[in-house]
Nanobody, 115 residues
Framework: QVQLVESGGGLAQAGGSLRLSCAAS????????MGWHRQTPGKQRELVGI???????TYADSVKGRCTMSRDDAKNTVYLQMNSLKPEDTAVYYC?????????WGQGTQVTVSS
């Protein structure tokens, strides 16, 4: 059973920072590609970034240079550090895991950035 639980969302001012965490259950974590996506009402869910099992990261152009993903395999946790937040970063952020080709999602955490 794969479960992903996000935390760390909330309200921030433009230019501020937030760190999201995603705690994963199961023995798959160290081998899984983990990632973050986000979604706003009326729009498709979009990729924020992914982090491979070895730690290599890829980011969407919209967050590149402002966001950093990391993972702690000992804690089965992946993090998304978001800096220089913009109002357009407001969205529900979903943790994502690709476990042997099958996608799993967390329940989402709301991030709201005020101008």
């Amino acid at each position: 059973q794969v479960q992903l639980v996000e935390s760390g969302g909330g309200l921030a001012q433009a230019g501020g920072s937030l760190r999201l965490s995603c705690a994963a259950s199961g023995s798959f974590f160290s081998r899984a590609v983990m990632g973050w996506h986000r979604q706003t009402p009326g729009k498709q869910r979009e990729l924020v970034g992914i982090i491979a099992s070895g730690g290599a990261t890829t980011y969407a152009d919209s967050v590149k240079g402002r966001c950093t993903m990391s993972r702690d395999d000992a804690k089965n946790t992946v993090y998304l550090q978001m800096n220089s937040l913009k109002p357009e970063d407001t969205a529900v952020y979903y943790c994502y895991a690709n476990v042997f080709g099958r996608p799993y999602w967390g329940q989402g955490t709301q991030v709201t950035v005020s101008s």
